[in-house]
């Protein structure tokens, strides 16, 4: 099941991720007359930016969370060249294969990046393109360690008995392998950091309430989740001398088979 968000928290707070699409959508050649799928849109700033890049193109805006499809139907609104649909990625169904799958910020949230990769290869076009980046191998390790930390604790313990984590950050070897037995050819997939730091531990806090620990605050009591997600950010301050998360982004660019 997909994680549900906090639509209007995250518009406010994702800054890095947008920016992130930007840099990552501005390497990516592109003719302007693509028919795209931006797998993952939350709430459609990427999806903006990739419809700039598309002046005689169509984007199909898709996201497993309710919230964030309804915050991007209203930011589309009028817009005749973009529809936006709730669905399941490992699931995606499309009226015509498409060009382009683009996504960003995303892939680490579904488990099973196999039966992700072989879905996706059904809706391009032989010959048609995915490119994509999300959290890799690495990733926050440092909010990690501080998480474990903090739900050992015995004020957290008993929330989280059974807790299976909610992320998977991949490496660039398996993700290249994945793609290819997927149908995929010229596979590229490569790791590189991007150490984001915040104006204050209470700053950092409340990005991590919203955006890192949602499956987390989703086992506590509503009022435990504000000094949950403080007791993270105080260790990783007390562990990193500063409010810092230590993201690395895994990038994959590949082409689905003509025969594939």
């Known amino acids: 099941m997909a994680r549900e968000w906090d639509a209007v928290a995250y518009e406010g707070l994702s800054s890095p991720q947008t920016r992130w699409g930007a840099e990552f959508l501005g390497r990516l050649e592109l003719a302007g007359d ?53 669905q399941d990625l490992v699931e995606l169904e499309v009226e015509e294969p498409v060009d382009l ?54 004020r957290f313990r008993s929330f989280f008995v059974g807790w299976d984590d909610d992320k998977n950050y991949a490496g660039a070897g398996e993700t290249k392998a994945r793609l290819e037995a997927a149908g995929f050819g010229g596979v590229e997939a490569w790791l590189h950091e991007e150490l984001t730091g915040f104006g204050s531990a209470g700053e950092l806090a409340g990005f991590l309430e919203i955006v890192v620990l949602g499956g987390h605050m989703q086992r506590l009591p509503e009022g435990e ?36």
Not at 70 to 83: I, M, S
Not at 128 to 152: D, F, P, W, Y
């Open 34 to 86: 693509e028919d795209a799928i931006d797998a993952g849109c939350g709430t459609g700033k990427v999806t903006g930016l990739l419809l700039e890049r598309l002046p005689r193109g169509t984007v199909l805006a898709v996201d497993g969370s309710r919230a964030m499809v309804e915050a991007a139907a209203e930011r589309f609104a009028g817009e005749t060249r973009v529809r936006v649909e709730h």
């Open 101 to 154: 799958v683009f996504s960003t910020a995303t892939f680490h949230w579904i488990g099973d990046h196999q039966r992700l990769f072989d879905r996706l290869a059904l809706v391009l076009k032989p010959g048609g393109r995915l490119a994509a980046q999300c959290g890799g191998e690495g990733n926050i390790s440092r909010a990690t360690r501080a998480t474990r930390e903090v739900m050992g604790r015995e």
């Open 225 to 260: 989740r504000g000094p949950f997600a403080g007791a993270v950010a105080a260790e990783i301050v007390a562990a990193a001398g500063e409010p810092l998360l230590d993201y690395v982004r895994l990038n994959m660019t590949a082409t689905r088979s003509e025969d594939a």
